[in-house]
């Protein structure tokens, strides 16, 4: 059965101060690993596909990495505006479904 | 505007009351999906479409019903069956094997 869990369940920083979400997975067969952002009561917004280990990809003050057992999503400098749940979801080659961990909620003080 | 739209945006159920929650996509996607979050949590998957016509249970499919008669329609329906069904409901839409999108959600409440 496919797992996937993200620490911390809930982060504080202040604004400027650097750190790493993780998400951990046990998948038979990568097909993707996805992460989300989600605002309180709205859906969730897609920010990164990765696919193999080793890939990174960047937007902004955001960057995601993968390795065979883990991915991390790293927020360099971030802003209030950061604040935020950080879903990661992983899917599989025997399907179309995604499993999603249960997100990390990140604060960013001013 | 290409996307996925969910209505309404609340939803009230008085008890024994079945209720059915709209999900409606112009990407022309073909797989179409409801998730259920409760607070705190992450997503768990009710049911899934991959083609008009056909749909599959998820993994906590009690107490819930679909249908997929159209390609970008895909209505959830909230049976009496359901005895805890406060939370937040998504619905989203992908081509088979790429990103899933998500609608903005429906929050069930019940009085």
């Known amino acids: 059965e496919d797992q996937v869990t993200q620490s911390p369940e809930a982060l504080r920083l202040q604004e400027g101060e650097s750190s790493s979400l993780n998400c951990s997975y046990t998948?038979?067969?990568?097909?993707?690993l996805f992460w989300y952002r989600q605002d309180p009561g709205k859906g969730p917004e897609f920010l990164f596909t990765?696919?193999?280990a080793g890939e990174e990809k960047e937007k902004e003050r955001l960057k995601a990495t993968l390795t065979k057992k883990e991915s991390f999503l790293h927020i360099t400098a971030p802003k209030p505006e950061d604040s935020a749940t950080y879903l990661c979801?992983?899917?599989?080659?025997?399907?179309?479904?995604?499993?999603f961990g249960g997100g990390t909620r990140l604060m960013v003080k001013p | 505007d290409g996307g996925i739209t969910q209505s309404p945006k609340y939803l009230f159920r008085k008890e024994g009351q079945n209720v059915t929650l709209s999900c409606e996509q112009n990407?022309?996607?073909?797989?179409m999906y409801w998730y259920r979050q409760d607070p705190g949590q992450g997503l768990r998957l009710i049911y899934y479409?991959?083609?008009?016509?056909?749909?599959q249970k998820g993994d906590i499919a009690e107490g819930y019903s679909v249908s997929r008669e159209k390609k970008e329609s895909f209505p959830l329906t909230v049976t009496s069956a359901q005895k805890n069904p406060t939370a937040f409901y998504l619905c989203?839409?992908?081509?088979?094997?790429?990103?899933?999108?998500f609608g903005p959600g429906t929050r069930l409440l019940v009085l």
């Open positions: 479409s991959q083609i008009v016509n056909d749909f």
């Open positions: 989203a839409s992908n081509d088979r094997g790429k990103t899933q999108y």
């Open positions: 990765l696919y193999s």
């Open positions: 998948v038979s067969g990568l097909r993707g």
């Open positions: 990407l022309n996607h073909d797989a």
């Open positions: 979801a992983a899917g599989n080659n025997a399907g179309n479904m995604l499993t």
